[in-house]
T-cell receptor, first 115, second 108 residues
Framework: GAGVSQSPSNKVTEKGKDVELRCDPI?????LYWYRQRLGQGLEFLIY????????KSGLPSDRFSAERTGESVSTLTIQRTQQEDSAVYLC?????????????FGPGTRLLVL | EDKVVQSPLSLVVHEGDTVTLNCSYE??????LLWYKQEKKAPTFLFML????IEKKSGRLSSILDKKELFSILNITATQTGDSAIYLC????????FGAGTILRVKS
C-alpha cells in the first residue's frame, strides 16, 4: 500500500509569512509524529498525535508552531510568521499505534526555506 | 532530560574499510534502540534492539546493544560508496529521541 506522503516537497517563503505543511499517514496508523531537521543536525521531535488523545506538543519550539489532525488521517503543521531559523526539513512519520511506536514510517519530508 | 549522543560526528573512510559508529543514551523507561540510515530526506529503518548482547545482522551491517553501559554500536564491514549517509540512532523511552547522527562518507 501507499506510504506516508507529505506536501509540498519544497516550499520557499518570505520571512513573516505563514506556511502549512501537510502529512498523509499510512491508512490505519493511529499514531502520527512531526519532526524537524535543520541542516547538519539530528531530528528534533515536534508533536505527536495518538488516536483521539490530546496531542503531545512538548517539542513545539514556540507558539508560532501548531498542528492539527483530523481523526486518524491527515495532519497539517502550521508555522505562523515564519523566521529564517525555521528553515529546515519537516518530516512526518506514522506508526500503527503507540504500542508499536518503534516502527515509525517516515514520509519524504518538506524542505522549507525562509528567505 | 532524555539524551542520545552519537560519535563520531563525521567520518571519512575508503571503500573496503570497516567502521564502527557509537550511540550512548540516557532515557527514562527505555524500551528499544533503533538505527536509521538517512541518505536524502527521510530516514530508513535499519535495526531495532531491545535486549543486551544479542547482535542483529543484515548483510554487511550489524549492531549490538549494552543496556548496562547504555550504548549501542553499528558496524559496517567492507564499506561501499553507497554506504555514504547519515546514520541516526534513536532511543524509545517515553518518546522517540534521536541523536544528532554520524555523517559517513566512503571514498572510492
Amino acid at each position: 500500500g501507499a506510504g506516508v506522503s507529505q506536501s509540498p516537497s519544497n516550499k520557499v517563503t518570505e520571512k513573516g509569512k505563514d506556511v502549512e505543511l501537510r502529512c498523509d499517514p499510512i491508512s490505519g496508523h493511529t499514531a502520527l509524529y512531526w519532526y524537524r531537521q535543520r541542516l547538519g543536525q539530528g531530528l528534533e521531535f515536534l508533536i505527536y498525535f495518538q488516536g483521539n488523545s490530546a496531542p503531545d506538543k512538548s517539542g513545539l519550539p514556540s507558539d508560532r508552531f501548531s498542528a492539527e489532525r483530523t481523526g486518524e488521517s491527515v495532519s497539517t503543521l502550521t508555522i505562523q510568521r515564519t523566521q529564517q531559523e525555521d528553515s529546515a526539513v519537516y518530516l512526518c512519520a506514522s506508526s500503527l499505534d503507540a504500542g508499536f511506536q518503534e516502527t515509525q514510517y517516515f514520509g519524504p519530508g518538506t524542505r522549507l526555506l525562509v528567505l | 532530560e532524555d539524551k542520545v549522543v552519537q560519535s563520531p560526528l563525521s567520518l571519512v573512510v575508503h571503500e573496503g574499510d570497516t567502521v564502527t559508529l557509537n550511540c550512548s543514551y540516557e532515557v527514562t523507561n527505555f524500551r528499544s534502540l533503533l538505527w536509521y540510515k538517512q541518505e536524502k530526506k527521510a530516514p530508513t529503518f535499519l535495526f531495532m534492539l531491545t535486549s543486551s548482547g544479542i547482535e542483529k545482522k543484515s548483510g554487511r551491517l550489524s549492531s549490538i546493544l549494552d543496556k548496562k553501559e547504555l550504548f549501542s554500536i553499528l558496524n559496517i564491514t567492507a564499506t561501499q560508496t553507497g554506504d555514504s549517509a547519515i546514520y541516526l540512532c534513536a532511543v524509545n523511552g517515553n518518546k522517540l529521541v534521536f541523536g544528532a547522527g554520524t555523517i559517513l562518507r566512503v571514498k572510492s
